[in-house]
């Protein structure tokens, strides 16, 4: 003898039940734990890329390495010195 041959109808049910709710909480902790990998991925990722202060380059005929605010600030000036060139015309 089986022992589900001792439940009845109604136990089997609720215990259906309970295995589909045991397999779905299985499958929603894998995902989470999947999540978790990723985000943890995204997480580095973004840790070890350069932040805009930390990025330099070198105009050419410079004579120094400018972070993103000096090569702006040397992008404005020279717009400014074509500026002042046309407008004397």
């Known amino acids: 003898m089986?022992?589900?041959?001792?439940?009845?109808?109604?136990?089997k049910i609720a215990?259906?039940?309970w295995n589909d709710v045991y397999n779905a909480f299985d499958v929603i902790n894998e995902c989470l734990m999947?999540?978790?990998?990723?985000?943890?991925?995204?997480?580095k990722v973004l840790s070890e890329m350069p932040t805009p202060d930390k990025i330099y380059y070198k105009p050419p005929g410079g004579e120094e390495y400018l972070n993103i605010k000096g090569n702006y600030d040397e992008l404005y000036k020279r717009i400014g010195v074509i500026e002042e060139r046309l407008n004397g015309m």
């Not at 999947?34 to 997480?43: A, D, F, P, T, Y």
């Open 15 to 17: 215990i259906e039940r």
């Open 34 to 43: 999947k999540v978790g990998e990723r985000v943890n991925n995204l997480e």
């Open 2 to 11: 089986n022992e589900e041959d001792f439940l009845t109808d109604e136990q």
